[in-house]
Nanobody
């Protein structure tokens, strides 16, 4: 059974930091592309950051320079370090796996990918 379990969300003041974790099981983690999406109320689900099976990273312009994605293949865990948080970062954050490495598309969830249940991040001004 495939599982993606996120943790690390919470409430923080603007300028603060959080680290999200996603522990994966049931598929070949280190052979999959991994990503973090987020969805704020009234907004579309958007790709925040991703890391390919070869280590290539991507960041949305809105988080570039503030967020860092990483993974520990020995622990099957994906991370998202979020610094200098802003109120507009408030959203539910979802961990996603693309085991077929087909490329990320807007919106979540979608076929041939795996998703966690989401973790809430709230940033107050």
């Amino acid at each position: 059974e495939v599982q993606l379990v996120e943790s690390g969300g919470g409430s923080v003041q603007a300028g603060g930091s959080l680290r999200l974790s996603c522990t994966a099981s049931g598929f070949t983690f280190d052979d999959s592309d991994m990503g973090w999406y987020r969805q704020a109320p009234g907004n579309e689900c958007e790709l925040v950051s991703s890391i390919s099976s070869t280590g290539t990273t991507y960041y949305a312009n809105s988080v570039k320079g503030r967020f860092t994605i990483s993974q520990d293949n020995a622990e099957n865990t994906l991370y998202l370090q979020m610094n200098s948080l802003k109120p507009e970062d408030t959203a539910v954050y979802y961990c996603a796996a693309d085991p077929y490495r087909m490329g990320w598309v807007p919106g979540c969830p979608y076929e041939y990918t795996y998703w966690g249940q989401g973790t809430q991040v709230t940033v107050s001004s």
